[in-house]
């Protein structure tokens, strides 16, 4: 029985092949707006992301806060008071005026200053948060040449009570008390009390408590070399101001991940695991970890030989630090791999789609949401299991879980087998395509732009011959 026509409208009875070629181009339109659909529950993972960071965040404060926090460390400076005494000074008018006796405290810094941290590392856990902390080690060495130093116009400085200074960013990470040698001769220093106990800075950490010890009778017509010694705790971070006119920094420590920042970067740095490399003193126990040094020249730390102690905050960018940081953070790497959600969910929806072009099913726009939902879920297990079980355990699982689920989905809406082991084989690429792009970070960006230009190039291939207006084909 023939179909018959009416000019300028489709058949009345179309062919179950024609349907679905009438339905392409619109159906392809669909499909993408159901892949962008898809960031508004990606969005809300994403907030429960920054919740589960806010609240790691909170707990690394209060670990931290325990145990010292980021500590920077101050070596050894003296200081030494002076005294402007009061004078009469004439204005234009001639008028005489009182101006009062002025006070303050001058830095002597070191001509040169060696500084050797050696830090022994620990992960401190609260719940499912883990927290990396440390007990350092260091020790500074200072000479000092007195000769240069000179009074501010009009000022006497008073020699009897100079001080040997120094400084820490939270002196309950103190584990024993700050011991110095000047010329051989041993003393402690306390929480200074003269002048000011606490100093801010412009480094990291922000603060600074304050240590000194007198140092009577000091003959500035000599030079004095001064050894200091800390043993401290803290956590997160370690770092040193260049304390000297020329400063040398050693920072050591079995961190495996360690992050070289501050004002400087180091002009070495080792890693333990590299046979190439020498331990040096101190060093002989520790299996893994780092050695960065640094030198900082008289030019390069951009502050005079003698400064007045209110302009000592300054000092906090000549920092030199080494930041303990976690590769396998999950709140970190969840994070890069939900920025590339719309992606991966665009494409495993044209991979539905090709397979729905290329066959003879038809799928409901609700089963592309079920498909997009099962996407998004993965994220919750692998944000879930990360923080019990590691990044690359929680992603096994997680993807193992998701590409055989929306793999065994395809075998089953298309009724085939062969099918079902293409899409497996498709979405496990796919999901191995993520996880590299959360371990290879400097190459994300290509690796992504790649792969979606050869899957884009795929789909136009395979769907080359496809009626996207679903128009009928004229024949003779």
């Known amino acids: 029985m023939s179909t018959t026509s009416t000019p300028g409208y489709p058949p009345q009875n179309p062919s179950p092949r024609q349907i679905i070629s009438r339905s392409k181009g619109t159906k392809l339109l669909i499909v993408c707006i159901l892949a962008v659909l898809m960031s508004v529950p990606a969005g809300f993972v994403f907030l429960l992301l920054l919740d589960r960071t806010h609240r790691a965040d909170e707990v690394t404060r209060e670990i931290g806060g325990l145990m010292g926090g980021p500590q920077t460390f101050l070596g050894p400076v003296i200081t030494v008071p002076y005294v402007a005494p009061p004078k009469v000074e004439t204005d234009a008018n001639g008028v005489k005026s009182v101006v009062p006796a002025q006070t303050g405290n001058l830095v002597v810094f070191p001509v040169t200053g060696k500084a050797v941290a050696t830090s022994k590392s620990e992960v401190r856990s609260r719940s499912l948060f883990r927290v990396p902390v440390y007990t350092t080690d260091l020790h500074f060495t200072a000479h000092f040449d007195l000769t240069q130093v000179k009074a501010p116009t009009g000022a006497m400085l008073d020699w009897s009570r100079a001080q040997l200074l120094s400084g820490a960013s939270d002196s309950r990470g103190a584990r024993k008390d700050i011991t110095a040698t000047v010329d051989g001769q041993a003393m402690t220093l306390a929480p200074a009390v003269e002048g000011a106990q606490s100093l801010n800075t412009d480094s990291g950490s922000g603060k600074l408590d304050l240590f000194s010890t007198p140092l009577a009778a000091l003959d500035t017509a000599k030079p004095y070399d001064v050894s200091l010694d800390m043993s401290f705790t803290g956590a997160q971070k370690i770092g040193v101001l260049a304390y000297a006119k020329s400063s040398e920094v050693t920072l050591s420590g079995d961190w495996n991940t360690p992050s070289f920042g501050g004002g400087f970067l180091p002009a070495t740095r080792a890693f333990h695991h590299d046979q190439q490399t020498p331990l040096v003193k101190g060093e002989e126990d520790l299996k893994s970890g780092f050695r960065a040094t640094w030198s900082v020249p008289f030019v390069a730390r951009g502050l005079p030989a003698v400064i007045n102690l209110d302009s000592l905050s300054s000092l906090g960018k000549s920092e030199l630090s080494v930041a303990f940081v976690e590769n396998t953070n999950p709140y970190q790497n969840v994070g890069r791999s939900l920025k590339y959600a719309l992606l ?56 193992i879980a998701t590409v055989g689920l929306i793999s065994s989905y395809a075998g089953m809406v298309f009724k085939s087998r062969l099918r079902g082991f293409a899409a497996l084989i498709i979405f496990s690429l796919l999901y191995g395509m993520i996880y590299t792009l959360m371990r290879m970070e400097d190459y994300a960006l290509l690796i992504g732009a790649v792969a979606a230009f050869v899957v884009i190039a795929t789909v136009m291939i395979l769907t080359r011959n496809i009626n996207w207006y679903g128009k009928e084909t004229e024949t003779a």
């Open 344 to 399: 991966f969910v665009g494409l495993v929806f044209l991979t539905y789609f090709v397979f729905e072009s290329t066959s003879k099913r038809e799928l409901h726009p609700a089963q592309y949401i079920l498909i997009g939902l099962t996407q998004i879920t993965f994220y919750l297990l692998l944000l879930s299991l990360a923080e019990r079980i590691g990044f690359d355990l929680a992603f096994l699982a997680a993807a």
